[in-house]
């Protein structure tokens, strides 16, 4: 199961600067520290699930693909495996 990515949190044990904050398979905050491989479990405490979620600088929001086709004709379609014998067969 991949990790629900929530925001960074500076490491109170090693100071590295963006320690991972992310939802376990229950959906409490847990915070991972990928330098010195500590971990905080909240077990969905409210309180400490509030303080974790003061301290921690959330994920900038994904920015919407822009498109890069320029704005005009559809590009032709393409022809599958039959469509293309046919045509070969009628020549």
Do not use: Q, S
């Not at 301290?55 to 994904?62: D, G, N, Q, T």
């Amino acid at each position: 199961m991949p990790k629900k990515l929530v925001g960074h949190l500076t490491c109170p044990e090693c100071d590295f600067a963006d320690a991972e904050i992310a939802e376990d398979k229950n959906g409490h905050l847990y915070r991972y520290c990928p330098d010195c491989n500590a971990t905080y479990f909240t077990r969905g405490d409210p309180k400490r699930t509030a303080n974790i979620k003061k301290k921690m600088r959330p994920l900038a929001p994904a920015t919407p693909a822009t498109p890069t086709a320029p704005a005009g004709d559809p590009p032709p379609k393409k022809k599958g495996a039959l469509e293309a014998w046919y045509e070969g067969a009628k020549k």
